[in-house]
């Protein structure tokens, strides 16, 4: 199934003209989430305690949240810092989510540490902070991205994945094997020419494409179109980025339309919001995945 998500769609209901809420939607059909107008948020560094020793997080915590909340562990990308994401963290915790951000983290972390970290961080959420088990969704981008997957796989735990252009790189794979028996729900989002770039870009040998051929059906692809593999964070054009600056695309709507799906699948899956693909601030190229497909070995 196909559909083409553009900003002249409109949303299900119509909000009275003039009123705050006609203001809100016609801010959420150019694709901006407007934090303020929900819940004020806490931010704060963590330190948690694990089997291989303490690692920091950055916890985002609604002001007024209750026990039971639902959580999202958010994987940034390799070495990127986590403030690239920070955007994505208060839009979870503006629509009340408890948001945990892995921290930087080095070339040396191999997938199945960046998963194991991933399962701690969702532990610690439950046990210290009371978020709902039922109700825990994890999401990363690049490395991070593939890692969520592995994660919600080979550990279990995760009520929701979204993978922001995963790159199957590296020793392990995801793609062969693991995201086959995946039975969360899983959002991909691609950049469309990412694979233009440095091989270390999202190669098209390892990117979001060959997740989507080997996942289950229901599986949701959102594709950016003419974005590159860093495009979606809050600062593409941060310096050392620009090896992987390829994307034609505007780097705002790009940013924008990757929050939006992101918060939107979360908000679906874990708090019975509506179906992502009605949501008119999504823009771009939507497949869901079918059974009996045809895939690539």
């Known amino acids: 199934m196909w559909l083409l998500m553009g900003p002249g769609v409109a949303s299900a209901t119509q909000a009275a003209p003039g009123s705050l809420a006609a203001a809100v939607d016609s801010e959420s059909r150019r694709g901006l989430i407007l934090q303020p107008l929900r ?9 948690i305690d694990g089997p291989g020793g303490s690692q920091t997080v950055t916890l985002y915590r609604p002001h007024a949240f209750q026990r039971h909340a639902p959580a999202i562990v958010f994987l940034p990308g ?12 208060r839009a979870l915790a503006a629509e009340g989510f408890l948001v945990a951000a892995h ?28 978020a709902d088990p039922a109700r825990i969704g994890i999401a990363g981008h690049s490395m991070g991205g593939k890692d969520a997957i592995l994660a919600a796989v080979a550990l279990g735990g995760f009520s929701s994945v979204v993978a922001i252009d995963p790159d199957d790189a590296g020793e392990l794979s995801v793609v062969h094997g693991q995201i086959a028996a995946l039975r969360a729900p899983l959002l991909l989002i691609g950049a469309e020419v990412a694979w233009k770039a440095a091989s270390i870009c999202a190669p098209m040998e390892t990117n979001y494409l060959r997740f989507f051929e080997h996942a289950p ?8 179109r003419g974005a590159d593999h860093v495009q979606m964070l809050d600062e593409p054009d941060r310096f050392g980025y620009g090896i992987c600056r390829v994307g034609t695309a505007d780097s705002r709507q790009v940013h924008d339309t990757a929050l939006s799906a992101t918060v939107g699948f979360f908000v679906q899956h874990l708090k019975g919001g509506p179906v992502l693909t009605t949501l008119p601030e999504v823009r771009g190229v939507i497949r869901v995945a079918q059974a009996q497909r045809f895939s690539r070995s």
């Open 78 to 89: 390799l070495m990127a810092p986590v403030d690239q994401y920070d955007s994505y963290a």
């Open 217 to 224: 059906a229901g599986t949701v692809e959102l594709t950016l």
């Open 103 to 130: 921290e930087w983290y080095s070339p040396l972390t191999s997938d199945i540490e960046l998963a194991r970290e991933a399962h701690i961080i969702a532990d610690w959420l439950v046990d210290t902070l009371r």
């Open 39 to 47: 819940q004020a948020i806490e931010v704060s560094d963590v330190e």
